[in-house]
């Protein structure tokens, strides 16, 4: 058997499909169309992800990772050069900004994207969304404070496993440009993670030309 990814457009599973490109393990993707929620019947709760959401990756041994932050840190283990030695300092910080990218930056997404969902009055939406968007920008100013000038991400002379997470985080903000101004090492490295041949390829299976 072979890693299978479940994937939709925008839906976190760009970085793992970079990422298992990357890797150069054997592997197969599953488009899941999320438009006519083919993510909420009943052969994907039972068999994929039991709460419908996308993306999810099986492993060879049938068992599947439900959360991106997980997948990338699978797939890191598969290819060394993704992310620094285990038992490093590097390493210990390697594991904090994935994290941080899936504790602390994409709930601020949740909150930006789906003021719906947390803020029952609809009148408060609007003041609520600008909220959450000035707290989204807090979370990639902390990113853009960790990040060195003229470096392409935060380990080493190329772009590894958390660069690759974080640039596809940096692709949702709603307000690109503002982000890019307010940030410029964060595009950066975003810069550096889209010209990698896997991301190019990941790119165009999403349909992406650039990003």
Same mark, same amino acid.
């Given at each position: ?36 929620? !083919? ?60 994290? *941080? ?8 997404? /949740? ?10 009055? %609809?009148?408060?939406?609007? #003041? ?32 590894? !496993?958390?660069?690759? *997470? ?10 690109? %440009? ?16 889209? !010209?990698?041949?896997?991301?190019? /390829? ?8 650039? #990003?």
């Amino acid at each position: 058997m072979m890693h299978v990814l479940y994937w939709s457009g925008r839906a976190g599973s760009l970085a793992p499909l970079c990422l298992l490109i990357e890797c150069g393990v054997p592997h197969e993707t599953v488009q899941v169309d999320t438009s006519r929620h !083919a993510h909420k019947t009943a052969d994907y709760l039972r068999d994929v992800h039991p709460l419908g959401t996308v993306p999810a990756l099986r492993l060879p041994d049938g068992q599947v990772i439900l959360e991106s932050g997980a997948m990338v840190l699978h797939l890191a283990e598969l290819a060394p050069s993704l992310a620094p030695a285990a038992g490093s300092a590097d390493r210990a910080m390697f594991l904090n900004w994935v994290a *941080y990218g899936a504790g602390s930056l994409y709930p601020a997404y /949740q909150r930006v994207y789906h003021t719906d969902h947390i803020v029952p009055d %609809e009148a408060a939406r609007p #003041a609520a969304r600008e909220a959450a968007v000035v707290a989204l920008d807090r979370c990639w100013d902390v990113v853009e404070a960790a990040l060195e000038a003229g470096r392409p991400g935060l380990f080493g002379d190329r772009p590894g !496993a958390a660069d690759v *997470y974080l640039a596809m985080l940096a692709l949702w903000h709603p307000a690109p %440009e503002r982000l890019a101004a307010a940030c410029p090492k964060v595009r950066a490295m975003k810069d550096a993670v889209w !010209a990698l041949p896997s991301m190019r /390829q990941a790119l165009a299976v999403h349909g992406l030309e650039t #990003a």
